[in-house]
C-alpha cells in the first residue's frame, strides 16, 4: 500500500505532490526588547516571489569589505550608553 501526501498553498490553495512545493514563512517583529514570532504558514514559490519575500534569483556572496565592521563590545557598550542618555535628554 502507497500513501500520496498532497500539499497545499496556505495562500492560493494550489496542491502538489512534492514535499518542496511549500515554502514556510515566519514574520518576526524585533525590538530591543526581544522578539516575537508571528504564526508561520507553508506558501508556494509563486505566492513567496509574488509577495516580494524574495525574487528568488541568486545574489552574488557578499564580499567581506562590502559587510559593515564588526563592532567591538566596548563599541557596543557605549553605543548603548549613548542612546539610553539620548533618550533621557541627557538628564544623568
Ligand atoms: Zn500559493
Given at each position: 500500500m502507497s500513501k500520496l501526501t498532497t500539499y497545499t498553498c496556505d495562500r492560493c490553495k494550489k496542491t502538489s505532490?512534492?514535499?518542496?512545493?511549500l515554502h514556510s514563512i515566519t514574520v518576526m517583529v524585533g525590538s530591543r526588547y526581544g522578539n516575537n514570532n508571528g504564526p508561520t504558514v507553508e506558501w508556494c514559490r509563486a505566492c513567496v516571489v509574488e509577495a516580494g519575500i524574495t525574487s528568488w534569483t541568486p545574489s552574488p556572496p557578499l564580499k567581506k569589505e562590502d559587510l559593515p565592521e564588526a563592532l567591538s563590545v566596548e563599541d557596543l557598550i557605549r553605543e548603548i550608553i549613548r542612546e539610553e542618555m539620548e533618550s533621557n535628554g541627557g538628564n544623568q
Open positions: 505532490e512534492k514535499p518542496n512545493f
